[in-house]
């Protein structure tokens, strides 16, 4: 097999492993920074199908959405640790980076529904008019498993 | 398995189809006549809460707050949102095919009943009985899917909350199964108690003409019999009046007068009687345990619509409040009835005592006259807070019972839309900040006027705006402020408000077109009986909303006659206190008046406060009470003189708004309220104004200080502190 095409398998690999991995959990940890202090939030978030986008809500009046507004780079990571000795070996992690920006009225249709159908519950602060739908745009996924292994999926835009 | 008919249910479904459904099947499979039923196991209730998300937004809605800091008013909130979630959430196709498959072919389109079944309900030494809802009268499968709804959804009412919040609310133990049951079209219904609570060897037989609902919700005093319990001999008969009956109507049943031919002949004869004991004796024999059986008659054929251990009477802890909560569901009929005692007698008798008192004169009245005219005042004001507990509050239900019959006709969105039809330009508060906006506009055109007032300079006010400032403080805050010679200046107080409220115009209170549009679309879905009906509750609703605010300004006013006759002999005793806010130092005043000896403390402590600078509060959550985005910087209101400084675009945080902080209240940018509750005054005046509004925020004025600024999320209820005021900057 060429290198190419061994490339082409792994990262379809990493793509259904991160597939996998988002769909079995509902907060990710978002960073984001004040003028250089770095802040972090748990936000509940819903993927794109593409994995290309990562969604969450978020109220007008959090720092969050405040340091977003001054810088729109940030970082988001989601893990399946479940706080035992074993997640060391076993745990795994995605951070992604990249950039957010509010989603407007006129195409969130179909962001709301991928979202809503993962946090059903969320549906009131979805709809409040003092929330905003935000889109994360994934540039590049670190994918860390067994400790130390990491692997990078760039994101072609 | 989500139905069971009566024939598959087996003791060991006690958890899933609830007391009443087992009871009821027991009674079938013993051959006991009772109605064609099914129940809805409690299998179906976890499905659709679990398939739908609802589980997390009922344990959401539930931990939004630390349930015993809840007043009633909060709980109900959370209720109405919860009612809310349960209409407003699709059926799962999965349940919806079950339900349509299996229950229209079992009833096709006879009327049927659908009635709660909770795990424990009717088990003897629980008192859960009557705190779930049941409907009657429903037909056709699309109803009564939307009443399975309305069922479960009472598992989460304010009653049922608050009567298992000493248990735990638990979202993964609350269970609610629905019983679906033919009705009988009866002529003659009641209950039979086999045995007497007050007498061990009688039964007791309640019967009424027609439905027996009326019976059982208090509307139609029924006829009464005692019988010998070990032979079923009557001992004695208490006949009924027998003004009024319950028949099928809008709304499921309605109270109608009793035909004439019906009016002089007891519900039951001796054969009715004995029928009935017989009937009562064998359930008590099956279940083992005195029971409490209602029973209705079709004809001469006797049905067993269900069939209940008598509770036990539980003993209740004290102060326990739970009856007076209970005592806040109310029917039409019932409020109705104290809608007249309070417009007509009340209300009348409240304005009537508060201008006796306003016309006395106080200042020369020996010492001692006017120990005991404090003494009396404060007895007066007492007397008035206990009616208003007593029949005020409860007659708000009138909002309550409208409100849930709009959302469930309309389904709307927003749970409070029915608040929006509730509006009229008439609320006492609505009116004197008009007039008070009227002096705000005199100033604004006229800028030497406004500079006069600004630098002091008084007498060169002109009169006639001095004499309307005038009348607008006497009228209606009067002695709120103890200010020397209040007769002949304006006080300072109302000066800076009327300036403050000159520098820009104040916000309009929101346009009426949409009410209008609202009521017709909710008026035009009913035809003839029904929509009078609606007209009827959204009448009384009308009337409950514009007594919460008028009820509470008239109440004040009376605390302010109390405050007058108490600020006199303050002033006599010549004593130093800030504030005269409770009845204690009130009456230690008349007590120093009567005796000189006596030295009481007026010193009240300071409450420290259990924030310290290193622990800031940064996002506080209450309830969603006036839908919008505020901020600004915030005013903490602790008393009346504080509203003086009150700038506009603030955000007015206080304790409680009483009737006279709401002058500002078109000035704000947002309002904040330690008190919870959708329909407490400051939610309804921001409503009125369209201001964004958080009620129900435990620390609110703990944790936030004047200058901090804040946004004030009134779609959620979020307050959040975005920065600190610098208090040396």
Same mark, same amino acid.
């Given at each position: 097999m060429d290198k190419r095409m061994n490339d082409k398998n792994q990262a379809s690999n990493i793509y259904s492993t991160l597939e996998n991995l988002f769909k079995s959990q509902n907060l990710a940890v978002l960073a984001t920074h004040n003028h250089g202090q770095p802040y972090t939030s748990l936000v509940a978030f819903a993927e794109s199908k593409d994995l290309k986008a990562l969604y969450f809500i978020t109220g007008q009046a959090t720092r969050k959405y405040a340091n977003l507004m001054s810088d729109p780079r940030a970082a988001m990571m989601i893990d399946n640790r479940s706080n035992a000795p074993a997640d060391i070996a076993e745990a795994m992690a995605a951070t992604a980076t990249g950039s957010v920006d509010i989603i407007s009225e006129n195409e969130r249709i179909k962001p709301l529904s991928v979202y809503l159908q993962k946090h059903p519950h969320l549906v009131e602060f979805a709809k409040s008019p003092s929330t905003r739908l935000m889109r994360f745009n994934v540039m590049c996924y670190y994918v860390v498993n067994r400790f130390q292994n990491v692997v990078e999926l760039h994101m072609r835009t | 398995m989500l139905i069971k008919n009566l024939d598959q249910i087996t003791m060991s479904d006690q958890q899933t189809a609830g007391g009443k459904c087992l009871a009821l099947a027991r009674l079938h499979q013993n051959?006991? @006549? =009772? @109605?064609k039923a099914v129940c809805i196991t409690t299998d179906a209730y976890d499905t659709f809460i679990s398939s739908t998300g609802l589980r997390t937004r009922i344990q959401m809605e539930i931990s939004r707050k630390d349930f015993s800091q809840m007043r009633w008013e909060e709980i109900w909130d959370a209720a109405l949102r919860i009612r809310n979630f349960f209409l407003k959430t699709p059926m799962p196709s999965t349940l919806d095919d079950q339900f349509r498959n299996e229950l229209a072919p079992v009833f096709r389109n006879s009327m049927v009943a659908v009635r709660s079944s909770a795990p424990g309900e009717d088990d003897h030494g629980t008192s859960f009985a009557g705190l779930h809802e049941s409907f009657v009268n429903i037909s056709g499968i699309d109803a009564v899917i939307d009443h399975v709804l309305l069922v479960w959804a009472s598992l989460w009412s304010d009653a049922a909350m608050l009567y298992r919040k000493e248990i735990g609310l638990d979202v993964h133990q609350s269970k609610m199964a629905v019983l679906v049951q033919e009705m009988i079209n009866s002529d003659r219904s009641g209950v039979i108690f086999t045995r007497n609570p007050a007498n061990k060897n009688e039964s007791i037989i309640e019967a009424v003409h027609g439905l027996n609902q009326g019976l059982v919700d208090g509307f139609i005093e029924p006829d009464r019999w005692i019988l010998d319990m070990k032979n079923g001999k009557v001992l004695s008969h208490m006949p009924a009046e027998r003004k009024n009956w319950m028949i099928p109507g809008p709304g499921g049943a309605v109270v109608k007068e009793l035909p004439a031919q019906k009016s002089s002949? @007891? @519900?039951?004869d001796a054969e009715g009687i004995k029928a009935v004991f017989e009937q009562a004796m064998a359930s008590e024999r099956l279940f083992d345990y005195p029971q409490d059986m209602e029973w209705t008659f079709k004809g001469s054929s006797l049905y067993v619509l269900q069939s209940r251990p008598i509770s036990t009477g539980i003993q209740k802890p004290e102060n326990d409040d739970r009856g007076w909560y209970l005592s806040l569901r109310r029917s039409l009929e019932n409020l109705k009835k104290l809608r007249i005692r309070i417009e007509q007698d009340l209300v009348v008798r409240m304005i009537r005592e508060a201008d006796a008192l306003a016309g006395e004169h106080l200042e020369n009245l020996p010492d001692q006259k006017l120990a005991g005219e404090i003494e009396r005042r404060i007895q007066i004001f007492q007397n008035w807070k206990k009616i208003y507990w007593d029949e005020f509050i409860p007659f708000a239900h009138g909002m309550r019972l409208f409100g849930q019959y709009y959302t469930d006709t309309m389904r709307p969105e927003d749970p409070y839309e029915f608040v929006r039809l509730l509006e009229t330009s008439e609320l006492q508060s609505i009116e004197r900040n008009r007039h008070l906006a009227e002096l705000a506009a005199t100033v604004r055109e006229n800028p030497e006027l406004k500079h006069n007032l600004k630098t002091g300079k008084y007498l060169d006010v002109d009169s006639g705006f001095i004499k309307k400032a005038q009348q607008f403080f006497l009228r209606d805050m009067e002695t709120e402020y103890s200010l020397t010679g209040r007769r002949e200046v304006v006080p300072e107080i109302l000066v800076s408000i009327i300036l403050e409220m000159s520098e820009a115009n104040p916000q309009q209170k929101s346009a009426g077109k949409t009410r209008m549009e609202l009521e017709g679309a909710f008026l035009d879905r009913f035809a003839a009986e029904e929509r009078i009906h609606a007209e009827e509750l959204l009448d009384l609703a009308r009337a409950s909303y514009r007594l919460r605010d008028d009820d509470n300004m008239f109440l004040g006013r009376i605390e302010r006659e109390m405050k007058r006759a108490a600020e006199t002999g303050k002033k006599r005793l010549g004593i130093h206190i800030a504030r005269l806010d409770s009845p204690e130092t009130i009456d230690a005043i008349a007590r120093s008046l009567n005796d000189p000896e006596y030295q009481p403390d007026f010193e009240t402590p300071v409450q420290e406060t259990p924030?310290? =600078?290193e622990l800031q509060a940064r996002q506080m959550v209450g309830q969603p009470a006036g839908p919008g985005l505020g901020s600004g910087n915030a005013r903490v209101i602790r008393n009346r003189d504080d509203l003086g400084g009150f700038l506009h675009g603030e955000v007015l945080v206080c304790d409680a708004i009483d009737p006279n902080m709401t002058l500002v209240v078109p000035m704000a940018a947002a309002i904040v309220e330690r008190r919870g509750g959708m329909l407490i005054h400051g939610a309804i005046i921001a409503r009125e104004y369209g201001i964004p509004c958080v009620t129900g925020v435990p620390e609110a004025i703990i944790a936030i200080h004047t200058g901090d600024k804040l946004t004030v999320d009134g779609f959620l209820g979020i307050v959040t502190i975005e920065k600190v005021h610098d208090a040396d900057a």
């Open positions: - | 051959a006991f @006549p =009772v @109605p002949i @007891p @519900p039951l924030y310290r =600078v």
